[in-house]
């Protein structure tokens, strides 16, 4: 579970997001992200058993900076009203799909993960990877427990509106073909991050997850064509 405190803390920053606030209620911040960091690497610790690619993370590896890049954005708000971590073979910044934990309060947290916008060479051996091996595919995000804890597969955004070059429309796996990210998530309320639950329950959104991240970083380990 995640302290009551650290939401807390958010919702103040939420508000008031502007460095002399931020700079005042240091401790606060150190505070919070500490309890997130723990709480990360719990997941680390107990998921690495079943999923050797987190074995040598440290909860450093994954975590994402509060600073917000302004440099290009219209909104100048100096930090993230949100901690995210994400569990990625190589840490955060790999090309690999993996896990990812986003806690923001007022019903904007989510816990699934997956790989989002992979560049082009990633792109086309994940479709190829579909295309040869859909049972397998279909057998995965059909799969009693992916379901139960993502529904599906995300489309719409994070999809094309025609069929990429080199398959037909008619083609089994159109719907997934089409994907430019390969997301899975589940929201999660403000109720369920302080609950003594949180650890098992996103353990076993993690376990649900994990077939498919499999399956992603199979393909791009493949060498190119």
Not at 1 to 30: C, G
Request: hydrophobic share 35%; glycine share 6%.
């Amino acid at each position: 579970m995640l302290q009551p405190s650290t939401l807390q803390f958010l919702k103040q920053l939420k508000k008031h997001n502007e460095k002399t606030w931020f700079d005042a209620h240091r401790d606060a911040y150190d505070a919070a992200k500490a309890d997130f960091a723990a709480f990360i690497q719990t997941l680390l610790d107990k998921h690495s058993v079943k999923d050797e690619d987190l074995r040598t993370l440290k909860a450093k590896d994954c975590l994402f900076r509060i600073n917000r890049d302004i440099r290009f954005s219209k909104n100048k708000a100096p930090y993230k009203t949100n901690m995210g971590a994400s569990l990625d073979r190589g840490g955060k910044k790999s090309i690999y799909a993996g896990y990812y934990f986003h806690m923001e309060p007022g019903g904007n947290s989510f816990v699934g993960g997956g790989l989002w916008m992979p560049e082009a060479r990633e792109v086309k051996k994940i479709r190829q990877e579909i295309d040869y091996c859909f049972d397998e595919f279909g057998r995965i995000v059909r799969h009693k427990s992916f379901v139960t804890q993502y529904g599906e597969v995300l489309k719409g955004e994070y999809s094309l509106s025609t069929m990429p070059k080199g398959y037909e429309k008619d083609n089994p796996a159109a719907d997934y073909l089409k994907l430019k990210s390969y997301l899975a998530i589940r929201s999660i309320t403000d109720a369920e991050l302080t609950d003594k639950a949180l650890v098992k329950n996103t353990l076993k959104a993690f376990e649900a997850l994990q077939p498919l991240l499999n399956f992603l970083n199979r393909a791009i380990e493949h060498e190119d064509e």
